[in-house]
């Protein structure tokens, strides 16, 4: 069986950057992804990446993929892996469609939305609930809406969704919101936004599609009447695969700052990793990190 000297894990900022640099470094290696962009193409308009004064999540998702095309990066899309291990000098990694041995890996898996575990919530999934206002903010249009969670990722949201529709519940379990200060201010002095801190989602309900949603606030329920439910509360490490390099208390991959794990021959970086601020051009820069590591680490060792 072939034999890779570097397999990269996601092709999000983090694992497309390495790629890049994968390339240009004459690495023999490959690229396994369960899609091309992560959170990046999720993303609503973004107003801090370097070299842009403003882009979209999608336009910088299509930017990033026609850098790696233009080196045509081997990428198997879509493979999800499911285990990882060290066997003597090699790494094997199985997927879901197969297996490959390489010398060197690079976890750049990213981040998944963060579920709110509530009645209603799994059986109006793609029917009034959803994980991605870039995605799906134009289906709900004319319609009154809500959107869960007190963050950065929760006023993007609602931001996206001023344009668009009448009356928009921003639902907060926190005591205030806690993104950046320009994004809170903008959505304070948005007329069809209602904040409710300090409150807690129940229960959605519907028909065919969302209804309503159900609320705890002081003790009190409250129903509030929409079409749709978007949950923006947090993100969880897509590691699980990951069972052989150390992980802090929230399932993140501990690095240093060349981005080696705990086992040699296995680098990570990007938003799966302990490095704090989860920033799109954080993640760009540590797979860059990530790849050079890895290349140093090839050209030190025999195998």
């Known amino acids: 069986m072939k034999t890779y000297d570097l397999i990269i894990i996601g092709a999000g900022p983090a694992g497309i950057t390495a790629t890049v640099y994968a390339a240009r470094k004459k690495i023999d290696f490959m690229v396994l992804s369960n899609d091309i962009g992560g959170q990046t193409a999720w993303s609503g308009d973004i107003e801090n990446y370097t070299g842009y004064q403003f882009i979209t999540g999608p336009e ?26 060290k066997e003597n000098n090699l790494i094997k990694i199985k997927t879901d469609k197969d297996e490959y041995f390489c010398k060197t890996a690079i976890i750049a898996s990213g981040k998944r939305p963060r579920l709110l575990n509530v009645p209603g919530e799994k059986e109006y999934k793609n029917r009034g609930v959803t994980y991605c206002a870039t995605c799906d903010a134009p289906i709900f249009k004319d319609k009154n809406v809500a959107v869960i969670g007190g963050g950065n990722s929760s006023l993007d949201a609602t931001l996206q969704l001023i344009r668009l529709c009448p009356k928009i519940y921003l639902i907060n379990i926190g005591p205030h919101l806690t993104g950046d200060p320009v994004m809170i201010e903008n959505v304070e002095k948005a007329a069809n936004v209602e904040i409710w801190n300090d409150s807690k989602v129940k229960e959605i309900s519907g028909d065919n599609f969302v209804k309503a949603m159900a609320v705890e606030k002081d003790g009190q329920s409250h129903r509030l009447e929409v079409s749709g439910i978007f949950v923006e509360i947090g993100l969880i490490p897509n590691s699980e695969f990951d069972k052989i390099t150390k992980h802090n208390e929230y399932g993140e991959i501990v690095v240093n700052d060349r981005n080696n794990t705990s086992v040699e021959g296995v680098f990570a970086a990007g938003d799966v990793t302990n490095v704090p601020e989860k920033q799109i051009i954080i993640a760009c820069g540590e797979g860059s990190k990530a790849c050079l590591s890895a290349f140093r680490y090839l050209s030190s060792h025999r195998f």
Do not use: G, Y
């Open 60 to 85: 910088l998702t299509r930017k990033f993929e026609e850098h790696m095309k233009a080196f045509s990066a081997p990428l198997n899309l879509p493979e999800a892996v499911i285990d990882i291990k």
